[in-house]
């Protein structure tokens, strides 16, 4: 039997008397596809910071990978890759500058980034687009590129917002 990617037992976000996520249970298992369905303000982007260990559980159970999000918060991050609702690109670099320095982040060689870099640019069909600034670039390969970004260290798992 393999580990869950993600368990949560009774996870409650709170943000002072405001209870964003409200004890709820859900597991993903490996190879699946899982989504949180809900109208703005139902708690799911604090779900997935809860999850990418960038926010603190306020009560229930949560592992990722069989990790505590609290104790293994940088070990957890290495493994995920994280699309944002907002692209969050650095629009004064090009798309390979922005790739390159996402990639250092994880400490990879610069070898294996550029080696990934043009895996990821012809996944995401940007290879013509890959020394332009991204300030040039339509929304559509906006968003492109933050999905490639968020491959670049072979994620155990992905978030998307």
Known sequence: MTEALVRATDLTKKFGDFTAVDSVDFIVEPGEVFGFLG???????????MIGSVSP???GQLTVFGLDPD???AEIRSRLGVVPQDNLLDTELTVFENLFIYGRYFDLPKATIRQ????????????????????QLSGGMKRRLTIAR????QPDLMLLD
């Open 57 to 59: 559980v306020t009560s």
């Open 116 to 135: 990934r870099i043009d895996e990821l640019l012809d996944f995401a069909q940007l290879e013509e687009r890959r020394n332009d600034l991204v300030e």
């Open 71 to 73: 104790a293994d918060g």
């Open 39 to 49: 109208p703005n303000g139902a708690g799911k982007s604090s779900t997935m910071k």
């Open 150 to 153: 968020a491959l670049i260290n």
